[in-house]
Structure formats: structure tokens, C-alpha cells
């Protein structure tokens, strides 16, 4: 069995200005409590995936703020308190102190955050 809280100082964290996330894998899945300060819309960051898009599942819930979720069929809108699922294939965009948690697929999210990383790294250098 594999837990996680929202300030579990053993899991792996990264943090970046206006981000926080604490992260543990177990069974080819990963656990996320995110923290979004500034919050904003991350569009931009999948430039370079499948039609820009993230290519990972995710089921998650929303403890504090607001998840816009842009899918080719429309924008899907999850507030504090709702539980939701997303396909891949959908871009995010959220309120300023949202705070999620979320569980995806190790290997999808991974390959997903290794360009997301790239294109930080783009906007930073």
C-alpha cells in the first residue's frame, strides 16, 4: 500500500515559484498533492506532445480552487470538492491556490513531464 499527505516531507517534492508537488509511485501509478499559487494556464508547457496536448489519464479531486480541464470537445470545469477524470489528450488551466490530488499512470505521466520539463526550461533559459 502506498499513501501520501499534502505535507509528507519523505515524498519526493518539487517545487518551482508558485508550484508545489509531493509525489510517490507505487504499482506503476503515482500519487500527487499539487499546490498551485499563481496558478495559470499550462497550454503552452505540452507544445511538443501528440497535437500539444498532455498524453497521460488522470483521476483526481479537488480540495481547494478551481480545474479547467481544455478538451478537443470543450472546456470541463471541476471546483473544490468534485472528483474527476480526464483522458489524455487535454491541456489545464487553473485558479490561483488550487490545490489538487491526483493520481496517473507512472510511464504516461513521465513522458508527458519530461517535455513539460523541456519547455520550462525553454521559458526559464
Not at 60 to 66: D, I
Not at 91 to 104: H, K, M, N, Q, R
Request: hydrophobic fraction near 30%.
Amino acid at each position: 500500500m502506498a499513501k501520501l499527505s499534502i505535507d509528507d516531507e519523505s515524498a519526493r517534492v518539487e517545487r518551482m515559484t508558485g508550484y508545489e508537488g509531493r509525489y510517490r509511485e507505487a504499482d506503476g501509478y503515482t500519487i500527487a498533492f499539487e499546490r498551485f499559487e499563481e496558478g495559470g494556464d499550462f497550454t503552452p508547457f505540452y507544445k511538443g506532445l501528440p497535437d500539444d496536448r498532455c498524453q497521460s489519464h488522470h483521476w483526481g479531486y479537488v480540495v481547494k480552487g478551481r480545474l479547467t480541464m481544455h478538451l478537443p470537445d470543450g472546456d470541463e470545469i471541476v471546483e473544490a470538492g468534485e472528483a474527476y477524470y480526464t483522458p489524455p489528450g487535454h491541456t489545464d488551466e487553473l485558479d490561483p491556490g488550487t490545490i489538487l490530488v491526483e493520481f496517473s499512470p507512472t510511464e504516461e505521466l513521465a513522458r508527458t513531464l519530461a517535455v513539460v520539463e523541456q519547455n520550462l526550461q525553454s521559458e526559464v533559459g
